[in-house]
């Protein structure tokens, strides 16, 4: 079958939602060898992604999570995978010689400002190699351990408003995948389909997205797979998060359907700055970076985690707009809700008898 698959690949031909579907299927269940699978996930990246192909992958994923929580009024926030970015990706978003990232972790704030000011966020996201700066290399520096058993990521969300959950601990007979995919060294149908296949029935997300040509598959494929409404974003500069240095595309799905649009900082009254007032650096610095931020320091840094969190704020729900969004994620920061939740995850997240120490 997977043979059939690269053949169809290799002749420029998009593979049939039930086809993707029993493809990924068998390679998360370990039946796909991983010569055939490098080679056929290599092909579909040079072809180009398909709706169609996206939607039978996210079905698998689905299909492959343990279940452990579903929501009503939650969505699911998911960041970059880092462990599988294009050479051209790495130059733009880490620093040279692996000594730091080219942003701090935006989305790891977001998601505790976002909790803060009364969101439930579900954070999915797969290991990167030890060399690059994850954002569960910056989770352990804040005091947080990211490899929770998903019941106590279960019970971190319903006391804190925000889990972290990775690939890893859901769906371990996927390990082989995870090394192709790591050995592969650029992004694959994985990282697209993998954020809009979350394992707790969200019916919300908010995601950044690498490549402009992933907003115009946004809306098919996540209704396809059960989203209801979200937004993705793709910014200047700052690629997979919204961005206060330059232009963000948005494409904002909803009820009646979907807009993309253009969104400046200014239009929030936010300052707009260069990419160097935003750098990021190791885990430890930007671990630093996010508890300033959280204590209330003002600044650029603190404006681009606003600007996320108004955003993820209306996509979930939260907010009817931005400028609302803006306002509760202020209120978030000042009232030192957002810190708190971070004092509480960490606490949470280190129970002794529940955390799984990383490989």
């Known amino acids: 079958m997977v043979a059939r698959c690269l053949r169809a690949v290799i002749q420029g031909k998009d593979l049939s939602e039930r086809e993707a579907y029993l493809m990924v299927r068998a ?17 579909m990246r040079v072809k180009g992604l398909a709706a169609s192909e996206l939607v039978g992958a996210g ?7 343990e279940p452990w929580v579903r929501l009503r009024d939650g969505f699911l926030s998911l960041d970059r995978e880092e462990i599988n ?9 880490f620093l040279p010689n692996n000594r730091g990232t080219a942003t701090f972790n935006v989305s790891t704030a977001t998601a505790l400002v976002v909790a803060g000011a009364g969101g439930r966020v579900v954070r999915h996201a797969s290991l990167v190699p030890s060399q690059r700066v ?9 005091g947080i351990q990211p490899e929770v058993t998903p019941s106590l990521a279960r019970r971190c969300l319903e006391e804190t408003g925000v889990a972290f959950l990775y690939s890893s601990s859901l769906y371990p007979a996927s390990r082989l995948v995870h090394q192709v995919r790591r050995q592969l060294g650029f992004r694959t149908l994985f990282n697209v389909a993998g954020p809009l296949s979350n394992p707790c029935g969200a019916s919300a997300v908010y995601l950044g997205v690498y490549e402009v040509s992933e907003l115009s598959l946004f809306p098919e494929v996540a209704r396809a797979l059960g989203v209801g409404r979200g937004i993705m974003v793709h910014g200047e500069s700052t690629l997979d998060e919204a961005s206060i240095t330059g232009t963000t595309l948005l494409c904002e799905l909803g009820p ?4 993309t649009r253009e969104l400046l900082p200014q239009d929030l009254g936010l300052r707009r700055c ?6 990021g650096g190791t885990a430890r610095q930007n671990a630093l970076v996010i508890r300033d931020i959280l204590k209330g320091a003002p600044g650029p840094r603190r404006d681009l985690v606003l600007l996320n969190s108004a955003l993820a704020l209306k996509a979930c729900g939260r907010a009817l707009d931005e400028r609302e969004g803006l306002a509760m994620a202020v209120e978030s920061i000042d009232s030192g809700a957002a810190l708190r939740t971070l004092e509480l995850l960490g606490r949470l ?10 490989e």
């Open 27 to 43: 390679m998360l269940r370990g039946k796909v060898d991983p010569v055939h699978m490098a080679a056929v996930l290599t092909a």
């Open 85 to 93: 970015l294009d050479q051209e990706t790495m130059d733009r978003t």
């Open 349 to 358: 997240s280190n129970e002794e008898g529940y955390f799984r120490k990383a």
């Open 256 to 259: 009646c359907g979907s807009d």
């Open 59 to 65: 079905l698998a994923l689905k299909e492959s999570f």
């Open 274 to 279: 260069s990419p160097e007032e935003i750098r």
């Open 134 to 142: 994850g954002t569960e290399h910056v989770l352990r520096e804040l």
